[in-house]
Structures are given as C-alpha cells and as structure tokens.
C-alpha cells in the first residue's frame, strides 16, 4: 500500500539541529496518526513522535521539549524538526502509520558526534 520515503538525515555535532522529512508514495483517503520511529544499532525500534490528524502530539521523555513533529498537508509531508541534538538521538529514523510494524521504509540515518 503507501511507501514512505524519509530524507534529511546526516551527521552533526551535539546541540545541533535537523529537520527529517517523510513523504508517501500516494495520498491517503483518510489521513491516519502518523509518528516518528528510531533504531540504534542493537536495540528495539521504538516510537520518537506522534502526530495525530486532529494536530495532537505526544513525545518519548527524552525527546520532549528538542523535538517536534508537524504535518504540512497540502505537501503530503511529515516532518520531525530536532534540535540540541544529543549522541542518544543517533539512530535510523522511520516514519510510519502509529500502531502499524510493517511497510517500513529505508528510513533516513542521524548520527550526533563530536
């Protein structure tokens, strides 16, 4: 069904910013939650951000208050912008329909070091 596609990733030092994109292959018929996803090397997937249509959001503790989530509909595009980056928050970043565990995308790569 749709295909995500995350962009903006890249390396940047701690306390840096990013902006990480997703875009779908199609659009939906009725916009679903919609959330943010990471991976380290050796650990769970676990959930970073989540958007809900009605513009609610909800964060994982060590992310609130850096990190927020929005959705520009008119471009069909999630995006999670990430500032005072930590080495905590490298990871491969997903984005995906909340509660779903499969579809997954490439994903995009952040990693934060000096």
């Known amino acids: 069904q749709e295909q995500f596609v995350e962009s903006g990733g890249g390396l940047v030092q701690p306390g840096e910013s990013l902006r990480l994109s997703c875009t779908t292959s199609g659009r939906f018929d009725k916009i679903p939650d919609l959330a943010w996803y990471r991976q380290a090397p050796g650990k769970q997937r676990e959930l970073v951000a989540g958007w809900r249509s009605g513009g609610l959001t909800n964060y994982q503790d060590s992310v609130q208050g850096r990190f927020f989530i929005f959705r520009d509909n008119t471009k069909n595009t999630l995006y999670l912008q990430m500032r005072d980056l930590k080495p905590e928050d490298t990871g491969v970043y997903y984005c995906?329909?909340?509660?779903?565990?499969?579809?997954w995308g490439r994903g995009t790569q952040v990693t934060v070091s000096s």
């Open positions: 995906n329909i909340q509660g779903r565990w499969t579809n």
